[in-house]
């Protein structure tokens, strides 16, 4: 796999330099749009048709958003715990106390296997993968594979432009993924650019890695996240420092997402090689 250096350098060629703050969106939607639309782009014939049949013409990257979208409804509160796992500090992610009510390495796995069954029906098997891309997007993002003493950063207030926030939202993307709306620069194919300049090899390298290293580095990327975060605090005002490594990783990571939801997604429709 590329080394985090090399990530981070053909990442950053795709950001916009303006980072303002702004009401939260889980990994976006505009983290997950991108995941969405990456992936589109590596998928084969077979895996292209298949998904424009599940979603009736529906994109990937509107389909990512659904899981965020039905969180407020009482039917599907059971789902919350299906988008994060808790992990110890001292625990490989392998030995992460599990769920009886699920978390995401578990439900990456009932909807992997939903979706490659064709005898579900098909209305399942579109929720299926609509549920698919948006946990591995979300296994993506180092507070998605957190810490149970502060919800995943959750409990940590962050004072960023004025606003309170906290730490989980922020590295949702909350500042770190939005343009200046006054100048109206903004596109999400500018952040995908980068990530579509990999090469044959880059994008076969991050796709054969199993999920459990997905969460395994997600899980080692917490130092970066706390690194200025005083111990034991719960209140974190970030620098300009701390605002642009962490929007380097975040883009490191929805890169990472977007080409293993396209792996993940050929491995299943795909006949051969792709």
């Known amino acids: 796999m590329p080394s985090v250096r090399v990530w981070l350098q053909l990442v950053a060629a ?156 922020l590295w949702d993307a909350q500042a770190l993924l939005k343009a200046d709306r006054r100048t109206r620069r903004y596109r999400v194919k500018d952040q995908t650019l980068a990530i579509r300049a990999l090469t044959a090899r880059d994008v076969a390298q991050l796709q054969a890695t199993p999920v459990l290293d997905w969460a395994a580095e997600s899980k080692h990327l917490r130092p970066y996240v706390y690194a200025t975060v005083p111990r034991g605090a719960d209140t974190f005002r970030p620098d300009a420092d701390y605002l642009a490594r962490a929007r380097e990783i975040s883009m490191l990571r929805l890169g990472q997402a977007g080409v293993r939801v396209a792996g993940t997604l050929n491995g299943l429709f795909c006949a051969g090689p792709h």
Do not use: M
């Not at 995941?35 to 599940?54: F, K, T």
């Not at 392998?94 to 005898?119: C, K, N, T, W």
């Not at 579109?126 to 979300?138: C, G, M, Q, T, Y």
């Open 14 to 169: 795709s950001v916009l330099s303006v980072i303002c703050a702004g009401n939260a969106a889980a990994y976006g939607p505009t983290g997950h749009r991108i995941v969405g639309d990456i992936a589109a782009s590596y998928l084969c014939r077979q895996a292209r048709a298949a998904i424009d049949d599940l979603l009736d013409g529906e994109s990937l990257a509107q389909a990512g958003t659904w899981a965020d979208e039905i969180r407020s409804d009482p039917d599907w509160r059971h789902a919350g715990p299906w988008h994060y796992i808790n992990v110890a500090d001292r625990d490989p992610v392998q030995r992460a106390e599990r769920s009886d009510q699920g978390d995401v390495l578990q439900a990456i796995a009932r909807f992997h296997a939903e979706l490659a069954d064709p005898a579900v029906p098909e209305r399942l098997r579109a929720e299926a993968l609509k549920f698919l891309v948006h946990f591995i997007a979300d296994l993506h993002q180092p507070l998605h594979v957190g810490r149970e003493q502060d919800r995943g950063g959750n409990r940590i207030v962050v004072l960023l432009g004025g606003e309170r926030s906290n730490l989980h939202r």
